[in-house]
Each structure stands twice: as C-alpha cells, then as structure tokens.
C-alpha cells in the first residue's frame, strides 16, 4: 500500500487550537468523533493535528500499576496533567515540543482492504514524506527502553522519535503518531520513568517499560537542525498537492458534536474510576 493511494480521496485537516475546542480531554475524545466520521462517510480522508500543554497520556493497561494514585502525584508534582485514553498502550508525553497526528480514513482503498500492518506501513511512508525524512535511515522497529515501545516505533541512529498507535471501528482506521520535534526530549523520558517507577511501588512481577530517558531524541537533535510542529502542517499540504488534492479546513457538523457530547461524557466517567477528576 502506497501513498499514492490516498490521491482518490479528498483530503480535510482539523487542526485544534487552544481554547477553542475546550480541554485536553476534548482533543482525546475528537479522534474517535472523527473515526466515526469516516466509517459513516468512506470518501475522504481526515488529519487531525493537535496540540497539548504539559500532558501526560495514560493508556489503560497503565491504570492498572498497583500503585497508580503515587503514579498519578508525581505527573501532578512535575507540572503535568494525566489523562487517558480509550484504547491500549501505554503511557507518552505530549507538551509544546510534541507533534500529535492522526490519519483518519477507510479501511478500503480502492479495491484493497488494508489490513493493520499495512495502515501502519502508509502512515510511516506519510511521515516521512511530511517531516522530509526520506534521504534519513529512518528504522522501524521497536525501541524496547523507550516509553510506550511498540512494534512502529520510529528511530534514527538507534534514538526513537516516534510512536504509533492504530484504532478501527468497523469502516474506519485511524492511525496516531506522536512525535517528539523539539523540546527537553531526556526530561520527558525521566518523567515516564519516575512514574513507573512510583506506580509500581516495589512490585515484583508486572511487566511495564523500563524506561531509559536516553533512548529517545528529538527530530531536531537527530538531524542537526531546529524542526518546528508548523513545519507538520506545511508537509500535510505538500503531500497533499504532490497527489494531486488540495488540503481544506474541516468543519464539525451537528453530528460530529453529537458524538463529541457523548465521547467526552464516557471518557470522563472512565476518569473517575480510576481517581481523576
């Protein structure tokens, strides 16, 4: 599966800006809304950029750490907010230097079905097209001391920049990325380590990632040259006009909103049974 792929469908990008969704928490419920979207409507592709302020994502297998209220203190004592998320994984960062991407579209290409491996394949090609990557050697492979390790971890000169992560319902594929552009790379590593590290209190046993605060970097240390989130939103369009298509706004309907309601009225009960308000 290839990026050309794409050039059939119109392209969309809902690019989130502070304070005029609402929370954090809002920007976490608005991927499954769009994933939703596509899987009513396949003819399009939606990105979804978005920005987060000193954020720490929790999946759901880290709400079970014997000792996640500690877990949850230290987040809190550093500055950062905790929230999670509905799928799996574990836990990222996400603050001013982070880049979240989504790639939202159906599950069928023409006449070939994607299957997961596949999405993955194409959001690792469009990546790389956007960031401008394609004379690096970037590796795929899972960089097992870094936090949230995953088998589409992506590296450059064995330092993991970034992750990602894939979520279907039934028509839809939605595939996320977070990338870690600029920022104190090593302190986020330290902060997802001190969090285990807490939340496991001592407890023999229990398989979470033994971070290594060194095993991940920013792009702009990587390549030797500042990187800036805007340039994202530049390689979006860029790839875009290369297929063909031209990038507009989305706007959400009556239904997106609906949904948004609804998703932000799950997502906070799911909160409150683990002891965030």
């Known amino acids: 599966m290839t990026i050309q792929s794409l050039a059939d469908l119109p392209h969309t990008l809902y ?7 609402g929370t954090s928490l809002d920007e976490l419920v608005l991927a499954d809304v769009f994933l939703k979207e ?20 929790l999946g759901m297998a880290d709400c ?17 907010t905790p929230l999670v998320r509905s799928i799996g994984g574990l836990a990222v960062v996400a603050d001013a230097g982070i880049v979240n991407l989504s790639l939202i579209l159906p599950n069928r290409l023409g006449t070939a ?25 970037v590796e795929v492979g899972e960089i097992s001391d870094s936090y949230c ?4 971890d992506l ?75 805007e340039e994202v939103l530049e390689g979006i369009s860029r790839l ?3 297929l063909g298509q031209v990038v507009t706004p989305y706007t959400l309907s009556m239904e997106n909103l609906s949904d948004l309601v609804k998703g932000k009225k799950e997502a906070m009960e799911r909160h409150q049974k683990v002891g965030l308000e």
């Not at 009513?40 to 720490?56: A, G, S």
């Not at 390790?149 to 589409?152: I, V």
Request: net charge positive; charged share 20%.
């Open 149 to 152: 390790p995953g088998t589409y």
């Open 15 to 21: 690019q989130s800006s502070e304070g005029v969704i």
């Open 113 to 137: 079905r994607l299957d997961m491996g596949q999405a993955y394949q194409l959001m690792v090609a469009c990546i790389k097209e956007i960031l401008s990557l394609r004379d690096q050697e």
């Open 64 to 80: 079970r750490l014997p000792h996640l209220a500690r877990g949850l203190e230290m987040i809190r004592k550093q500055g950062y």
């Open 240 to 242: 875009a006009t290369s």
């Open 155 to 229: 590296s450059i000169k064995g330092k993991k920049f970034a992750g990602l992560a894939q979520r279907r319902i039934k028509s839809g594929i939605a595939i996320s990325a977070y990338i870690s552009v600029s920022g104190h790379q090593v302190e986020r590593g330290e902060l997802i380590r001190d969090f285990y590290q807490a939340g496991l209190g001592g407890s023999q046993g229990l398989v979470y990632p033994q971070v290594s605060p060194t095993s991940m970097a920013n792009l702009s240390d990587l390549l030797d040259r500042p990187v800036h989130p």
């Open 38 to 57: 596509v899987d009513r409507h396949q003819e399009q592709v939606i990105w979804h950029l978005w920005p987060l302020e000193k954020t720490v994502i």
